[in-house]
């Protein structure tokens, strides 16, 4: 199988600046995972949140990251999860638990971490993911996004699964303007049976798309650069806490440049993307609210992006919105079927 992850062991931990990423994720070519990046901290309940803050979560199930079935005390989710009792959740961008006490948790951590002028103008400051099983379980289906990620295990392990590409039989199905699910290439046949797509949306937890991607075990201290557009799956069978820190715009369009125009950064095609991706905002996006010009520019870029150009015309076509809307509804019920077990 063709190489799909890098492995960097560091002797200590060095400052991560963009010159260190670069080097050592070999051009942001491959997921990297970064053993010993930062010393291991000391993790405890008021490491993160007080006790009495709220937090909406998943609580007795393992559900996708910005999911929850209720809102609990911090304080009794740290107590359930350390005594290994499932429970999923995450805060910060992107999050129902958004606000002045989580992004303070999450710019304090990243001040630990980051050097001040990484990922300094806090574009996408970033999210905190927590949980805990005590079966291996997939708690993010397969996906890849545009982000320039930085994943830091802080606490347990976690089993981070990766690919470049796609096996034959499935293609990328855009859930966002900037992220994708897989779905089975055959699925628009079937758009008139909701029951059928369920099985469908189960398609990014498939059994070969596992088999097909590269297991790396996230454990305390270790650092993943996770490029754009590298798929990935998650599972976790313990107590498990990350950091995931994303870059600014122009870090994304950095490690694009390095990652799929060999570092030719006045690559014309590259240029163009630059120059659109200037009117993407995570912020505007995850509140649904983009004015017209910048939801166009949106869609310009992916046309531009060569590994984009197909996915556009299948999204112009009226099947692939059909699949897409039943896919929305069929996660729902999966979602719902799963929190009923
Ligand atoms: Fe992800």
Redesign the pocket.
């Known amino acids: 199988m063709q190489d799909q992850v890098r492995i960097i062991t560091l002797e200590r931990p060095e400052t991560i600046t963009r010159d260190n990423l670069r080097k050592w994720s070999n051009n942001f070519s491959l997921p990297t995972v970064v053993r010993n990046a930062f010393d291991i901290p000391s993790c405890t309940c008021e490491s993160f949140l007080r006790p009495n803050d709220v937090v909406f979560a998943s609580k007795g199930n393992i559900a996708h990251f910005q999911a929850g079935n209720g809102k609990y005390p911090w304080g009794q989710l740290w107590d359930d999860m350390n005594n290994g009792y499932k429970v999923y959740g995450s805060f910060g961008v992107g999050t129902e638990n958004f606000g002045h006490t989580f992004s303070r948790t999450i710019l304090d951590w990243k001040s630990k971490l980051l050097p001040a002028d990484m990922f300094a103008k806090n574009e996408y400051s970033g999210h905190l993911i927590f949980g805990a099983c005590d079966e291996l379980q997939t708690s993010?289906p397969w996906?890849?996004?545009v982000?320039a990620?930085l994943l830091f295990q802080l606490h347990g392990e976690k089993h981070w699964y990766t690919m470049e590409q796609l096996p034959e039989g499935f293609q990328p199905l855009p859930v966002t303007t900037h992220?994708n699910t897989v779905i089975n290439e055959k699925a628009e046949e079937n758009v008139a049976c909701l029951d059928k797509n369920i099985e469908y949306y189960k398609t990014a937890h498939d059994t070969k798309l596992f088999e097909s991607g590269t297991k790396i075990v996230l454990r305390p201290g270790d650092m993943l650069i996770?490029p754009p557009f590298s798929w990935?799956a998650?599972k976790i069978d313990q107590f498990s806490i990350s950091l995931?820190l994303r870059g600014d715009r122009e870090d994304v369009c950095y490690w694009i440049g390095q990652k799929y125009f060999n570092g030719q950064l006045n690559n014309p095609l590259f240029l163009t993307f630059s120059y659109l991706f200037n009117a993407y905002s995570y912020v505007d996006i995850m509140k649904g609210d983009l004015p017209w010009y910048k939801t166009l520019s949106i869609s310009i870029y992916k046309t531009l992006f060569p590994n984009y150009i197909i996915d556009f015309y299948n999204r112009e076509t009226q099947r692939l919105k059909k699949v897409q809307k039943h896919i929305c509804e069929c996660k729902f019920l999966y979602e719902l079927k799963c929190s009923e077990k």
């Open positions: 993010s996906h890849n996004a982000d990620n992220a996770n990935h998650i995931s």
